[in-house]
């Protein structure tokens, strides 16, 4: 079968600029699992029409940019360590990366970028997440992808967009929370292999114990007793 035609790479003095910022957080009541909608604006100067962009989107937690208490700095032990390491430890955690299809503007457009909030703590991100109270979250945007576009003379152009675009934004700890909190209020989830959850069952049965969280209390109860 002949090949699908391919617009032609732009010459380099028609390069539109693309410029990336993070407008807002929201978290939709009615969304069928945790989910934020950020508002990302795309503005773009020396090509009028922008016929679409293929957009990757990648965000990740810049964990050192802010500070940590003591209670923070307990729950995440877990992911960077003791505290007294962490010059060494604390890093960047990946969170999320998606393609989306960003459709025609001229000049600038704000898009939203869905991203579903997973509650399963052994995810880096949600363990990081739900280790924190209060504050907010030091968030960087990276994109990369490719812009179709028209200039004044010619037909259709294509470009790609190096992975140099970036946005930074602080995300609300209380944004993740209500997202959250709206699907699994007052809970967590703790994922086990088969073998020790057979083992948690039997517990249960043998003490007649009347719920999960009452056979957890009672084995965190009789280990404090030791």
């Not at 503007?105 to 363990?127: H, K, M, N, Q, R």
Request: glycine share 4%.
């Amino acid at each position: 079968m002949p090949a699908t035609p391919q617009p032609p790479m732009a010459a380099e003095g028609t390069i539109p600029e693309l410029a990336f910022r993070v407008e807002h957080v929201e978290s939709p009541e009615h969304a069928a699992v945790p989910t934020l909608r950020f508002a990302l604006r795309i503005d773009a100067t020396r090509v009028e029409v922008i016929r679409s962009i293929l957009l990757d989107v990648q965000i990740q937690i810049a964990a050192r940019r802010r500070s940590y208490d003591d209670a923070a700095k307990d729950q995440l032990s877990e992911l960077f360590g003791s505290p007294h390491r962490w010059g060494e430890t604390l890093r960047t955690l990946p969170w999320v990366r998606q393609t989306m299809i960003v459709p025609p503007f001229t000049g600038s457009t704000v898009i939203e970028v869905p991203v579903t909030c997973t509650y399963d703590l052994e995810v880096a991100a949600a363990s990081y997440l739900n280790a924190l109270s209060d504050g907010s979250v030091p968030l960087e945007f990276l994109f990369s992808g490719s812009v179709f576009f028209a200039p004044e003379a010619g037909g259709l152009q294509t470009v790609r967009i190096p992975w140099t675009h970036e946005a930074e934004f602080d995300l609300p700890v209380s944004a993740w929370r209500a997202a959250i909190d709206r699907h699994f209020p007052d809970s967590a989830w703790l994922r086990l292999s088969r073998s020790s959850f057979d083992r948690l069952r039997a517990y249960r049965g043998r003490r007649a114990l009347g719920s999960w969280e009452a056979t957890v209390d009672s084995l965190l109860a009789g280990r404090e007793e030791r």
